[in-house]
């Protein structure tokens, strides 16, 4: 059983940056694709973005967001910046075994908040 822990939400005006990690115990590597989710109030669960042999990113975050992941340091990391209001959102780190739009592991969550 792996557990992911994101880290690196907050509070930050428009047009800002902000990190997210994610770090998987007791290790990242049995994960072949990983990926960020977020929840807005009232709306659903959505994949921004994700990793695995390649990357993916929905039209919404891209030029803007950038997804890596360190083996090594057993982590996943979404880097955003130009940050708009509408990114205001719960941020889910996940994790699949074969395919990220099948999760098997799921983080507790980190919450962005943008403000205007």
């Known amino acids: 059983q792996v557990q992911l822990v994101e880290s690196g939400g907050g509070l930050v005006q428009a047009g800002g940056s902000l990190r997210l990690s994610c770090a998987a115990s007791p290790s990242i590597f049995s994960i072949n694709a990983m990926g960020w989710y977020r929840q807005a109030p009232g709306k659903g669960r959505e994949l921004v973005a994700s990793?695995?042999?390649?990357?993916y990113y929905a039209d919404s975050v891209k030029g803007r967001f950038t997804i890596s992941r360190d083996n090594a340091k057993n982590t996943l990391y979404l880097q955003m910046n130009s940050l708009k209001p509408e990114d205001t959102a719960m941020y889910y780190c996940?994790?699949?075994?074969?395919?990220?739009?099948?999760?098997?592991?799921w983080g507790q969550g980190t919450q962005v908040t943008v403000s205007s």
């Open positions: 996940a994790g699949g075994l074969l395919t990220v739009r099948h999760v098997d592991y």
């Open positions: 990793i695995s042999s390649g990357t």
